[in-house]
């Protein structure tokens, strides 16, 4: 038998993982893979239980062609969220499930504990069994804020400022975790970009954008299907282009009149209590509440997001005309806003970017809900595990149901064929 060569793994475990059941002819499509070598490629993974069988699709005559996915079972993925009031914890199964999530809020004013990472890592994998445990791959970790050359994170929401996050969490995995896991790290507006592009709306797409409003605003983005990251990896800091030179909103980079200062969830808030001058809200009006009072007509809930739909479009426009997107998905508290903020976006996007961009620009609201950097975290410690020869080969393992065996140990296991 000819030798299997790791990329037809690679590029047919990619393929399912983004799309899912799937026939013979559509990977050997997808992938541009000869047919043999994914014939062989497949059989290999069928017979290790990577690659599953689901079923058959109707056919007219003749042999019925098999459908086919990936065993969620044959390796896990951990995933941690480190961005928002939240840190998120999740394990995700090879079919990119989310089997189990745990989430505390962050103490503000405090600087996170690293301490409090592990135990949330503990407890999304304290689950599984032996068997299982054995199967678990990578850890991803989605950050907000910069990571410097070093590896030193300064995020404020974390209250971390050079915080050696890289080194930490290699050092400490060994220490604090059942089993040994490698590490990836990615910044937050990748991993959602990526996410969309692997698991949400993008797939469909080679050119796009993602942007998330919450307490600040991310930008991510995809041109001719690959993630752009940039000279320092900090492309798509679109909320702190200036949209209003003029305004006295300042922004957290120390700026006025950022994209951020005036339309990200946090400012729409800021401004609406400014309006109506009621400081008894301050401590119970989120944006969801502004949303609220928008749809009942409550005219300084309008105003303020008048004018962040204002600023939203301004700012989305240059990135049409600029990079000339197929799509644009917007996510974050811009989802629950999709009634009452997003039609004015649109409309201040058609009123300034050039009509020939913006025919057939799709502009639509992330399906991946608040759980997308997670999602994005295990989906970069699955895209790092098929690119590492050793985890690519460990996750082909036989996939045995029933108690541990020897034969489950990646070195008790002979080299593929
Ligand atoms: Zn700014």
């Not at 026939?23 to 497949?42: D, F, M, Y």
């Not at 699709?57 to 459908?67: A, I, M, N, T, Y």
């Not at 599984?128 to 989605?142: E, F, Y």
């Amino acid at each position: 038998m000819s030798k299997i060569a790791d990329q037809w793994l690679r590029d047919i475990l990619r393929t399912l993982y983004q799309r899912r059941d799937l026939t013979r002819s559509e990977i050997i499509q997808a992938t541009g893979l000869n047919p043999a070598s994914v014939s062989h490629a497949l059989r290999y993974m069928l017979r290790a239980g990577a690659v599953v069988k689901v079923g058959d699709l109707q056919s007219s005559g003749g042999r019925k062609p098999e459908v086919l996915n990936l065993n969620g079972e044959a390796a896990y993925f951990v995933g941690v969220d480190l961005e928002g009031h939240r840190i998120r914890f999740g394990l995700a199964s090879l079919i990119g499930d989310i089997r189990y999530r745990w989430e505390y809020d962050l103490e503000i004013g405090h600087p996170l504990d690293s301490d409090k990472l592990f135990e949330g890592i503990r407890k999304v994998l304290k689950y599984l069994d032996s068997r299982q445990m054995a199967r678990v791959l990578a850890i991803g970790v989605s950050y907000p804020g910069l990571l410097d050359q070093q590896g030193r994170l300064t995020a404020v929401n974390l209250g971390w400022n050079k915080f050696p996050l890289v080194a930490e969490l290699r050092e400490k995995a060994s220490k604090q975790l059942p089993v040994e896991l490698p590490v990836f790290f990615e910044s937050d507006r990748h991993s959602c970009v990526r996410a969309e592009r692997w698991l949400g709306c993008g797939q469909q797409y080679n050119d796009g954008l993602y942007v998330i409003s919450e307490r600040g605003i991310g930008t991510g983005f995809f041109l001719e299907g690959r993630a752009v990251e940039g000279f320092r990896d900090m492309a798509g800091e679109l909320g702190h282009c200036v949209i209003e030179p003029a305004a006295e909103d300042r922004c957290n980079c120390g700026k006025k009149g950022c994209l951020e200062s005036i339309a990200s969830s946090d400012n729409i808030v800021r401004q609406y209590l400014d309006k109506v001058g009621r400081p008894r809200f301050r401590e119970k009006m989120t944006i969801h509440g502004v949303y609220e009072r928008a749809r009942r007509k409550d005219e300084a809930a309008l105003a303020v997001l008048a004018r962040a739909g204002k600023a939203w479009g301004l700012a989305l426009s240059y990135v049409v005309n600029l990079l000339n997107p197929e799509i644009i998905i917007l996510g974050g508290d811009l989802i629950s806003g999709e009634d009452v903020l997003v039609p004015l976006i649109k409309e201040e996007i058609g009123r300034h970017a050039l009509p020939e961009l913006i025919g057939g620009l799709k502009i639509v609201v992330s399906g991946l809900g608040f759980d997308i950097r997670l999602k994005g975290a295990c989906s970069l410690a699955f895209r790092k595990s098929i690119a590492d020869p050793h985890l690519l080969k460990k996750m082909c393992l036989p996939v045995f149901a029933g108690p541990t065996r020897e034969a489950d140990r990646l070195d008790a296991v002979p080299s593929l064929p």
